[in-house]
């Protein structure tokens, strides 16, 4: 099993980013998808999820109205939109696999983690 995700990098406040997350080894469109972050010295925290169909859809309040989660199953592929990005989401960003069909906020949901792809917003 293998999650590769990518499209991080340095981007100034206000800027955007799209996070893509490659899934490969198992099933994909069964299970729902998460992406989390960790900034350093900070514990790993829920940002995004979305359930196997991609109907579904919720948000850490902190991305709320900025942040946009999508999956393509047809690609095995899961995104995260950035908008109107702010220092403070600084962080390592990581995709995950849930073992269920939705996705939810709680890391031990989550079976499968990719390595993760650093997003750096300057002030």
């Known amino acids: 099993v293998q999650l590769q995700a990518s499209g991080g990098g340095l981007v100034q406040a206000g800027g955007s980013l799209r996070l893509s997350c490659a899934f490969s080894g198992r099933t994909f469109s069964n299970n729902g998808m998460g992406w989390f972050r960790q900034a350093p010295g900070k514990e790993r925290q829920f940002v995004a999820g979305?359930?196997?169909?991609?109907?579904?859809?919720h948000y850490a309040d902190s991305v709320k109205g900025r942040f946009s989660i999508s999956r393509d199953n047809a690609k095995n592929t899961v995104y995260l939109r950035m908008n109107s990005l702010k220092p403070e989401d600084t962080a390592v960003y990581f995709c995950?696999?849930?073992?269920?069909?939705?996705?939810?906020?709680?890391?031990?949901?989550?079976?499968?983690w990719g390595q993760g792809t650093l997003v750096t917003v300057s002030s």
């Open positions: 979305v359930n196997w169909s991609g109907s579904t859809k």
């Open positions: 995950a696999r849930s073992r269920l069909a939705y996705a939810g906020n709680e890391p031990n949901v989550y079976t499968y």
